[in-house]
C-alpha cells in the first residue's frame, strides 16, 4: 500500500506534496537536481495568453520569516508553454496542475481551453488571486460575485478539474470560497500571498519597484491555516493547502486543519530539496502519529 | 552540477573594515569551474533571516577542496555569516551561474580587470586562471577608502595593480574609471564586477574593446526558477530579458541595458 | 528644541512612541522596570463596561518572528479602571489613551462617556477590530457602515478626539478609513492583530482553547507598513501605527509610510525596555538620516 | 526588583536524556530571594523564536552570584538552548513571581516535597533552604523513566528521597500518589511542582494537609501585563483568576481550580 497516495479531482498523486506554483518555473531548475517524479504533482508557474514580462526589478525583499515578491507574472506566454514546457515537463511520471492567469475573463477562458488539453495537464489552478498585477488578478479574488463567473466561464471550457487559488486579502475568505464552489470549482488551493511592503532603511520609500509585494513564507503560516480551517468548514470540494509550509510538520497541520494535498513555496528557494526531503520523512511521521495512510490525518482538527 | 552541502568552516578571518574571508571545504568545490561562479548562503538554520544570500566564489583550490568567499558585514544576513566559528557547518547550494570566459583571449595577450569593492573578489580567482593560461592582467581595483581595502598584495603578485578609493585615503583619489583614463590603453579586453553605476560607466567608457560584466540583483531562489533577479537586455534577439542567476551573473558588455 | 516631540489631536507627546493596547497593562507591571513618564503616551489594556474575564488558556501560542494571542478582552471593567488604575497612572507625566471595547454600541458609549472624563485620558482608541470576542468587535471594524456609526455616535459623548483602530482582516482597509474619518474620527490607530490558528503537532487540534487568535509581532510587519501607506493616501486625518515595531529602524519604517506615532505591542514581551530603548535610540537615528525633527520622516515614503 | 540582565553561561552541561544543568554569573542573581520563583529567558537574538522561555530556578548562589537552572531541551527554544557555550551570553529577565514560603513551617517539622519531571528542579533549592531553616523534607521525584532522571543523589543528601518512575525502570514503579500513599504520614505540608493532572492528583489525595503547589501556564510578557497565563481561582473572594507569573507560580492548594 502506498501510505502517502490522494485522489483528488483530476489528480492521482503518489503523494500529497507539490511545489507551489511560481517558486518551481516550469520545473527545468529542478530537474537538475532532482527526480521530478518523486513529486505528487508541479504547480506551473502562471500562463497568460501573451508573453508577460512581468514588473520592473528589484522584486523581491525578505522580510522577518518570509519574503515580499512582485515578480508581475512573468511568463513565456500560452504558446510557449504549451510546445516547449509542458512537453518537457511529460517526460516525468507526475499530473501538471496549470497555473491560469490574465486580466480579462476572455483571457483566462482562451488559456483554460488550450492548456487543459495538454495530455500531462490533469487540472487547471485558476489565479484569481496574484496581488502583483495591476488589474484583473486580485479583483477577481476579493469578489465573489466576479470570482463564481469566471469560474463557471473557465468550467465551460476546460477539459479537465477546475481548482481555484483564493486570495487572503478579504474580509471573509468563506464566501469567495462557497461562490466559487457553488460555481462549479472542483477544488481550492490556497492560500495565495498577503499583500505587504517593505521600505529601505535609508530612503524610506518602498524596496520594490511595484512598490507592494505579496508576503509568504513561514510567517504567514498562521493566516493560512486559519483560513484552510475556516474555508474547510464551509465548502466540500477538496483544498491544496499552502503558505508557509518548510517542514515535513507543516504539511501535518495544513492536512490536520482540512487539506487533501499541500504545496510548497517560498521554502524551495531556502532549500531547494525540501519537496523530496519532506517526502521522504513523511511516513516517519505517519509512524509517530500512529497512523496509517495519510488521509487518515485530513481535517481531524474538525473532529 | 549544483550541489547543497553542509560545508566546514576552515578558516574565517577580518581582511578589511567589516570586510571578510572564509574558506570552506568540501566535495562542492570539485563542481566549482568558472571564475565568477557564486555560491547561495544559508546564514542561519532558522527562518529569520529566511533566504539564502549570493557570495561570489574568490578562490577555488581543488586539491584541497577548499574554496574561499570575501564579503562585506553590512545587512543581518552577513553579519551573522561574520559570526560563525571555523569548525562550523555552512549550508552552500552551488557553483551557481556562468562566470568569466577564460578562452576569450590568446596567450601572450594582456586584459583589464576592474573590481568595486565587494565586487573585487571573484577577479582574483579570475585573475590567477588568466596567469595561469599566460595572460598579463591588470587590476584596478576601486574602493571606498583606504579601511575598507583588501587583497591588494594578492592581486599586486599576479600583475600590475592599481588601487584607487573615492576619498584618496589610499592609492590614486577617484573612481575606477579615472584611473582607466590615464591607463596607457595596450589591453586586449576588459573584465568587470561591481556595483551597477561602476559597471554603466566602464560600458560607456570602452565602447570599442570587449568586455565581460558581472551583475548584481536580488535573488530569490537562485538558480532561475523564480524570476526575481531578471534584467532587460538590448542585444540578444531571442530574449528580451535574462536571469542574473542562471544566465550569468557574467555577461558580454553590451547585452544587459545599463 | 525636542526633536521628537509629536502634536497629535488631544496628545502633546514629548515622543512618538507608546506602548500598544493589551501588551502593558495598565502599566503597574512596568512602572517597576522604569519611570512611564519616559514614555509618549500609554495606550491601556481594552476597557469595557464590566469585568471580563476573557477566553479560556492557552492563550498565547507562539508562530516563526510573532505569536498569536486571544486573551479575549479579560479586564477589570470601568469602574475599576476609573478608580483604580487611571489613578495610579496619574502620576506620571503622560497623556493617556483609553482603549474602548464592547459588545453593542451601547456598550462603547457607555464607556466612552465616562471614561474620557477621566483627568487623564486625553484620546480614546476605539477597538473596532478585536478578532477575539465572539459579538462586537470584529464586525464593527469590517463593514465601513458599521465602523462609521459606531464613530459618530462615540464621538457624540466623548469629551477627548477619538482615535479608531482599525482591522487588518479585511479586503480593502481604506473603505473603513475613510468611513469612519467622514463619521469624525480624529485620528486611526492601525493595525489590531491578523486572525490565524495553530494546531498542535501531535494532536492536530488548535493550540488555543479559542481556536483562532490574533498574530502580531515581526511577522505582520510587511502587513502592517502596507495598510498605513494605503490609509495615508487615503484620509488626511493622522495616523499612530504599529504591528510588528521591534527597534528603532521599525519605528521610522512605520514614520516612512506616513505614521505620525508608532505604538509598541508584542516587542514588550520579548525585550521589556524595548520602548525607552527606542526613544533613547532615535536621535541618533535622526542624526544618520540628516534630519532635524522626526516629523519630517512622516510620509517620505510618498515624496 | 525584577531586571534584565545579559549574564554569562559558566557551565552547561546534560545531566540526562534531553535534561541539561546550566548555571549563569550575573547581578541578577543578587536579587533572587525566594525558592519557587522563575527566569524568563530569551534564547536568540532573532526573531524566530520570538517569545522568552520560562524556566524555574533550580539553585541559587548569592555569593558567587551563580544561579542554576534545569531544563529539557524539547521544543524548538529549549533545543537552542542547549546549544548554547560556556562563555556565551543568556538574555534573562528575572526574578519573577512568587516562589515557595519558607516559614510555613516550624523548626524540626518534617515536610514533604513532590516533584514530577522537569518540575523538580525548583525543589532543590526550595529543600537546601528549608533543612538550612531546621526543616526535615522527605523527597518524592516522579519521572517518565530511567533515562530521564536526574539530581537523585544530590536530593538524598539533603533527605530521603523517593524515586518513582512510570515504567518501574528506577526507583518504585508508578506516579508520585503511589509512593505518596505507601509513605508514613508523618509531614505537615506538601510542596508540589510538576504537571497540572499531579498537581490535581496530589490537591486530592491529601486534602486535608497544607499544600503548597507550582503551576504552569504558556505565557507572554512573564510579568504579569499581558493577561495570557490566567487560572480561576477557587477561594479567593476578591479575585477570579489570577495570572501564574505574577501572582504565581506557587499558590497554596486549593486556591486553583484543577
Ligand atoms: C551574484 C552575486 C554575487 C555577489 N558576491 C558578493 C561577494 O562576493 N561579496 C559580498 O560581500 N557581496 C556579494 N554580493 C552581494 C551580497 O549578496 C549582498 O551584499 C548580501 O546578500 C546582503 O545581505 P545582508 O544580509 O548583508 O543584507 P540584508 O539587508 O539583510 O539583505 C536583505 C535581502 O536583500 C538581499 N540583498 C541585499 N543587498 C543585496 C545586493 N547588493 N545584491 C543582491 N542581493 C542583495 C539579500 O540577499 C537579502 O535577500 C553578491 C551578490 C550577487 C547577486
Ligand atoms: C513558571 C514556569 C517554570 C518552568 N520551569 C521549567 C524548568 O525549570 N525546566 C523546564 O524544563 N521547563 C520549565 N517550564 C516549562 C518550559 O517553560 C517549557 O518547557 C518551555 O517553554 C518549552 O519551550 P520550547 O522552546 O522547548 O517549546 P516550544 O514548543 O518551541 O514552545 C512554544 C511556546 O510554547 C510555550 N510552552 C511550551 N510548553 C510550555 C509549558 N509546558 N509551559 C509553559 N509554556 C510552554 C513556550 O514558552 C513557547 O512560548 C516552566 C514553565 C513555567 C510556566
Ligand atoms: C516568487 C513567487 C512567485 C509566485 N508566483 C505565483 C504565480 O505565478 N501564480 C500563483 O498562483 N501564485 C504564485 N505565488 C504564490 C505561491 O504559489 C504561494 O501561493 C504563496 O507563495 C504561499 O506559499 P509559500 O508561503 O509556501 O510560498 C508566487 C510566490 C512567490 C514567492
Ligand atoms: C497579548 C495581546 C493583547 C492585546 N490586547 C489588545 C486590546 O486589548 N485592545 C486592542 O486594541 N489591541 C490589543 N492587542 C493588539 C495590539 O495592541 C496591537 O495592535 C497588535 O498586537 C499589533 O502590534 P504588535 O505586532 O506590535 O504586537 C493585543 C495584542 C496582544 C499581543
Ligand atoms: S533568483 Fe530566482 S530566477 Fe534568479
Ligand atoms: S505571562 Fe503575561 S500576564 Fe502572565
Redesign the interface.
Known sequence: MNRLSVSLPGLELKNPIMPASGCFGFGREYANLYDLSLLGSIMIKATTFETRLGNPTPRVAETSSGMLNAIGLQNPGLQKVLTEELPFLAQYDIPIIANVAGTLTEDYVEVAKHISAAPNVHALELNISCPNVKCGGITFGTDPVVAAELTAAVKEVSSVPVYVKLSPNVTDITTIAKAVEEAGADGITMINTLLGMRVDERTGKPVLANKTGGLSGPSVKPVAIRMVYEVRQAVSIPIIGMGGVASTQDVIDFMSVGADAVAVGTANFVDPFICPTIIEELPDYLDALGVAHISELVGRAHR | ??R?ERMQIVRHKQLAENIFELTCIGQLVSEMKEPGQFVHV?V?D???????RPISIASIDRETLEFTMIYRADGRGTTLLSRKQVGEELDV?GPLGHGFPLHHDEKGSTVLLVGGGIGVPPLYELSKRLNENGIQTIHVLGFLTESVVFYEEKFRALGETIVCTIDGSRGTKGFVTDAIEVLPANFQTYYACGPTPMLRALQHQMPTIPGFLSFE????????????????TESLPDK??VKIC?DGPVFPAGVISL
Chains 1, 3 share one sequence.
Not at chain 2, 535573488?219 to 531578471?230: E, L, P, R, T, W
Request: proline residues 3%.
Open positions: 552540477m549544483i547543497q544559508r542561519s532558522s527562518y529569520e533571516p529566511l533566504l539564502r547550494l540583483e536580488r535573488m530569490g531562489c537562485g538558480i532561475g526558477a523564480c524570476f526575481a533577479c531578471v534584467c532587460k528580451e530579458y542562471s
